[in-house]
């Protein structure tokens, strides 16, 4: 049985295509999605969609929350902030956590 899913943030489609499976944080926890899965519409917590494809690769997506659709068939999945994981660089991860510890320092301080 085919799978698709559909992974599109405010700015733009990040993934579409077929999977084996996806494992994602829902509202009542975390949740294995497989084809033929029972219909569902749920908020998405932040964190990390893993993505299995056929080929036996993973991917990792970061969802900053959003909301997920399952069909049997298809998935989709429509968040404010998607990145790939391939894109998550540690120093800028760390640096963008660093200036915005220094602005709530500010904020506090007015």
């Not at 943030?9 to 295509?17: A, L, N, P």
């Not at 991860?93 to 709530?104: P, R, S, T």
């Amino acid at each position: 049985m085919d799978f698709y899913l559909d992974v599109v943030s405010v700015e733009k489609r990040i993934f579409s295509g077929s999977i084996d499976k996806i494992r994602i944080s829902g509202s009542e926890g975390e949740m294995g999605i497989y084809p033929g899965h029972a219909q569902l519409l749920s908020i998405i917590k932040p964190g990390i969609i893993y993505i299995y494809h056929k080929n036996k690769t993973e991917e990792c997506l970061y969802v900053s929350g959003g909301i997920l659709e399952v069909q049997p068939s298809i998935i989709s999945i429509l968040a404010d902030i998607v990145i790939r994981g391939v894109d998550l660089d540690r120093k800028r991860v760390l640096k963008a956590k660093k200036q915005a510890e220094e602005y709530l320092k500010k904020e506090i301080i007015k």
